[in-house]
């Protein structure tokens, strides 16, 4: 799941990896869920463990849901859900995995995002609720 954390000026907040595979690369806010945890329960503490700032449910808004598959071949689904609320002021409140947070414009995103963030984005910007995707997206099945 992961929550587009949008200001009046339309950018979303993005963190760049320090580390790991992923090192130098922009994500959006969000993770898997934890065990018997409910979505809006996640992506309330993704926000705080990423940004610092706290979402209430209500503030929440899913934005669509993309299906998609891995090199490995698994299939994946990514929820994605955007707030234009939170209480505290956005900052890395996780340094050790994230060296800063980064405001983008979802429709102009900067060369260095992550595959599958700019799907995400792409998806946001269009509209469509429901959209598919495979990283790297040569795989088999991919276009649809």
Do not use: K
Request: net charge negative; aromatic share 6%.
């Amino acid at each position: 799941m992961v929550l587009l954390a949008l200001r009046p000026d339309g950018r979303t907040a993005l963190v760049r990896h320090a580390s790991g595979v992923d090192r130098g690369r922009l994500s959006l806010i969000g993770g898997r869920l934890e065990a018997a945890e409910w979505l809006d329960t996640a992506v309330r503490r993704e926000a705080f463990q990423s940004l610092g700032i706290r979402v209430e449910s209500q503030d929440i808004e899913f934005a669509g849901l993309l299906h998609y598959q891995c090199e490995s071949g698994a299939g994946r689904l990514c929820a994605l859900f955007t707030t234009q609320r939170w209480a505290g002021e956005p900052r890395n409140a996780a340094p050790g995995l994230h060296s800063e947070v980064v405001w983008a414009d979802p429709g102009g995103l900067p060369a260095d995002c992550h595959p599958l963030a700019q799907a995400v984005l792409d998806q946001y910007v269009a509209g469509t609720l429901y959209s598919t995707a495979a990283f790297p997206p040569d795989l088999p099945g991919a276009s649809r």
